[in-house]
């Protein structure tokens, strides 16, 4: 799936972790979902637990108590999945923490078992997709 078609499915499934800021800045994405498609099921999964969180933490406030959260940038760097947010609350930073964690075991390319390799240039890879100089 390309990075635009997940990235639409995405919004359309969870709208309370891609909803525009109070003062109509700019939604997210800024840059895009910049990672491999092997972790997406990862993303899916973040984004499924932290909507329901918000949902259920939101419920029945006003604007102005609603724990706030806007969804910044999701990229990989050194190797692992990056997650960048303002607002959100503690349960919303572990979830985001576990999913970086499981990027570290999972191939960016396939979604597999994978390990973190590297000389210089970071990158989590199944036995498959680990590069030549590498092996």
């Given at each position: 799936m390309s990075e635009e078609n997940f990235l639409a499915e995405?919004?359309?499934?969870?709208?309370?972790v891609f909803a525009r800021a109070a003062d109509n800045i700019r939604p997210f994405p800024m840059?895009?979902?910049e990672c491999g498609s092997?972790?997406?099921p990862i993303l899916n999964?973040?984004?499924?637990c932290i909507n329901s969180h918000l949902d259920w933490i939101n419920k029945g406030?006003?604007?102005?108590e609603k724990v706030p959260f806007i969804l910044t940038q999701v990229?990989?760097?050194?190797?692992?999945?990056r997650f960048y947010y303002d607002g959100g609350d503690e349960q919303i930073h572990g979830m985001a923490r576990m999913a970086e964690a499981m990027?570290?075991?999972t191939c960016e390319v396939c979604g597999n078992p994978?390990?973190?390799?590297g000389r210089g240039w970071y990158y989590t890879a199944c036995d498959e997709h680990t590069r030549e100089e590498d092996k």
């Open positions: 995405m919004i359309e499934k969870y709208p309370h840059f895009g979902i092997g972790w997406y999964q973040l984004f499924a406030k006003d604007d102005i990229k990989e760097k050194f190797g692992t999945l990027s570290g075991v994978g390990k973190f390799r």
